[in-house]
């Protein structure tokens, strides 16, 4: 497979496809060699360009800082990846933005196959000694951003949460793999808020917290064909963190598999006064095995028996 970029892509008409291989912009499959400003460069043509784009990652290993891909672009922008993209090894170069690969108003993109390896064992090391350790980087990340596809990705050893969703419209992901070991705290597979129209379908995720966490703001969720475990299950929440807060409302769960999970479907929320509401929430077709709590509606949330005055309404 070639990939070229045209000689003057602005000049690209609106029915070319630009082709961008970051091989070009002098990124190195060798997992050692810094390819965050060729993955920039790359992005800044394709989204520079006046038609469609596709950005590809050849097979090889290619070491990635934290990078900021943002919007608006001009055009639908792809990514192909055939390659693994990998995070340093001192966990530390992660710092503490909270992020590792971060878009942010970025319309109609799309993610295709590829592996995201955020090499997260030193960090977990860190955090469960007790150390000073950095807040923890997401994997992957979308802020604010519009009608994205990810499908076919594989995103395994991630710091803290592998997916982040906040303040999105019309997201799909489809046939992702997350894996991280069932005791890398923190390290929940999908996260969503604040976000309409997201849809999660044929994922596989074993992980060490939630597979998949609806935090407040999400609305109209489809979640199936979902096999977890393990992990701490789907939950909903949790809610009630702040005393004005955006509900949860029109979620649907269904066909989903539980396997040597802590939990299975669980609603929570901490037991204090809050505007945030559970509604319309659907939890059907769900299988489990060697589940120790499958279903948990919690109004008294307290994870590290630490709580507030807690008073349930």
Same mark, same amino acid.
């Given at each position: 497979?070639?990939?070229?970029?045209?000689?003057?892509?602005?000049?690209?008409?609106?029915?070319? %496809?630009?082709?961008?291989?970051?091989?070009?912009f002098g990124a190195k499959p060798d997992g050692q060699s810094d390819s965050t400003q060729?993955? %920039?460069? =790359?992005?800044?043509? =394709?989204?520079?360009?006046? +038609?469609?784009?596709?950005?590809?990652?050849?097979? +090889?290993?290619? %070491?990635i800082r934290p990078i900021v891909f943002s919007g608006p672009c001009r055009n639908t922008i792809q990514f192909q990846i055939d390659g693994t993209i990998? #995070?340093?090894?001192?966990? !530390? #170069?992660?710092g503490n933005s909270g992020f590792w690969i971060l878009f942010i108003k970025v319309t109609r993109v799309s993610i295709h196959g590829g592996t995201l390896d955020a090499r997260g064992a030193a960090f977990w090391a860190c955090r469960m000694s007790?150390?000073?350790?950095?807040?923890? #980087?997401?994997?992957?990340?979308?802020?604010?951003?519009?009608?994205?596809?990810?499908? +076919?990705?594989?995103?395994?050893?991630s710091q803290i949460i592998h997916v982040a969703i906040d303040h999105c419209n019309n997201l799909m992901i489809q046939n992702m793999k997350i894996i991280a070991p069932s005791q890398s705290p923190n390290t929940d597979g999908i996260h969503v808020q604040y976000s309409n129209g997201v849809t999660i379908t044929s994922t596989?995720?074993?992980?060490?917290?939630?597979?998949?966490?609806?935090?407040?703001?999400?609305?109209?969720?489809?979640?199936? !064909?979902?096999?977890? +475990?393990?992990?701490?299950?789907?939950?909903?929440?949790? %809610?009630?963190?702040s005393l004005?807060?955006?509900?949860?409302?029109?979620?649907?769960?269904?066909?989903?598999?539980?396997?040597?999970?802590?939990?299975?479907?669980r609603i929570k929320s901490w037991g204090r006064a809050s505007s945030g509401y559970a509604r319309n929430i659907v939890f059907r077709n769900i299988i489990v095995r060697n589940v120790a709590n499958p279903i948990i509606i919690d109004q008294k949330y307290c994870p590290d028996n630490n709580c507030p005055h807690q008073v349930t309404t």
């Open positions: 497979m070639s990939y070229s970029v045209p000689k003057n892509p602005s000049h690209c008409h609106r029915t070319c %496809l630009m082709s961008i291989n970051v091989v070009n060729p993955f %920039l460069q =790359a992005w800044t043509a =394709a989204c520079n360009s006046m +038609g469609p784009s596709t950005i590809y990652v050849p097979r +090889g290993s290619f %070491l990998v #995070a340093p090894f001192n966990y !530390r #170069a992660l007790g150390n000073n350790c950095p807040v923890g #980087a997401r994997s992957i990340t979308f802020f604010w951003s519009n009608n994205i596809m990810i499908s +076919g990705l594989t995103s395994i050893n596989t995720i074993r992980t060490g917290d939630d597979c998949i966490s609806i935090g407040p703001g999400t609305k109209n969720s489809w979640i199936e !064909r979902i096999g977890c +475990g393990p992990g701490h299950g789907i939950s909903v929440g949790s %809610l009630g963190n004005i807060e955006e509900g949860v409302e029109n979620v649907t769960v269904t066909r989903v598999v539980f396997t040597n999970t802590e939990n299975g479907v």
